[in-house]
């Protein structure tokens, strides 16, 4: 793996310009002369380029030896341009809003500059990443050969926004964040939130954390939850909050911002997965968008580990995503 990084005056959607928009990127394998290998394997919420390694490497399917596979972080994940590390006055609180539009476009310039802009012979995410990789075939139906959607929307919904707003309010709610410090209890209160969403009331039943070492719901919640948000940048979190929000693959793309024919447009031959048990990307939400897909597939991921199931923590849900893949790729 090898981790480059990209910087451009970006003009973001929102009409502000995002002085010298840094990305950072990591590559796996390299370009082959034919330029029909390169994937692209956007980051999701609260991830790196080092989330997204599980699926790559030797005798995967992702194998760099056949891919050439890059994986931009996005926008506001404190390691590409991020309220964390952005000059003034874009630091902290004072980032712009930044949505998929802008993590595409900054992404497009760097395949550009570093790849001669080879087409796509896969965009594929899960989650905050699927949503890119919708976008990415919108944006440019001619380019991207293949798009695999794991447990993502292209559109935000309603429901999903209500629990995206309520991590904002309980940020909010902490006096030391809108002063500019840790606000740790809000934090913390976010992740108690996110808990709750991100596994499913089976898994949370059968105490599936205890195979992870966590010895009660407590010690999971406090060992794994606390720990997890209290060491995350808050205007981060909330940059990254307001682009799940902002989420919509047709916005920009049609002055009528109509979902069906912005979906209409993609000519990808196109997998879309979700996991059965999904509170945020449920199989009804992301089935209906398939339909809206020329040609796409639809399949259910059969777990008990909620939106989790993407993320790596269940080998037998990472097998049935890499299986898919694989059909997908052989296509």
């Known amino acids: 793996m090898e981790e480059r990084a990209f910087e451009t005056d970006l003009q973001l959607a929102c009409g502000a310009v995002l002085p010298r928009a840094r990305l950072v990127y990591a590559v796996w394998g390299e370009l082959n002369a034919a330029r029909d290998n390169l994937v692209l394997f956007p980051t999701r919420f609260g991830g790196t380029h080092r989330e997204n390694a599980f699926m790559i490497g030797s005798g995967r399917v992702l194998d760099p030896a056949r891919w050439c596979i890059v994986v931009p972080n996005m926008l506001g994940n404190g390691v590409s341009t991020s309220p964390s590390n952005a000059p003034a006055p874009f630091a902290g609180l004072g980032f712009p809003p930044v949505g998929h539009a802008d993590n595409v476009a900054l992404q497009r310039r760097m395949l550009a500059e570093d790849f001669a802009a080879a087409p796509l012979a896969l965009a594929f995410g899960w989650s905050m990443g699927a949503q890119q990789a919708y976008r990415w075939a919108v944006e440019e139906p001619g380019r991207v050969a293949r798009l695999f959607a794991l447990c993502g929307t292209a559109r935000t919904t309603p429901h999903n926004r209500v629990f995206l707003e309520s991590l904002l309010a309980t940020l909010e709610a902490d006096p030391r964040y809108r002063a500019g410090e840790q606000p740790v209890a809000g934090l913390r209160a976010a992740g108690r939130i996110y808990a ?89 939400d992301c089935r209906a968008e398939a339909a809206m897909i020329p040609g796409a597939v639809y399949r259910d991921l059969e777990t008990d580990w909620g939106h989790m199931a993407g993320s790596g923590q269940s080998p037998d849900d990472t097998a049935a995503v890499e299986a898919a893949l694989a059909d997908l790729l052989a296509a």
């Open 196 to 284: 709750g969403w991100a596994y499913s009331q089976p898994w949370l039943k059968a105490e599936k954390f205890r195979e992870s070492g966590f010895t009660s719901l407590d010690d999971w919640l406090e060992r794994y939850w606390d720990a997890l948000f209290e060491q995350r940048d808050a205007a981060n979190v909330t940059a990254m909050i307001r682009t799940w929000i902002a989420n919509d693959a047709a916005a920009g793309v049609l002055e009528n911002g109509d979902l069906v024919a912005a979906l209409g447009r993609i000519t990808a031959k196109t997998r879309v997965m979700t996991a059965t048990t999904d509170l945020y990307f449920t199989p009804a």
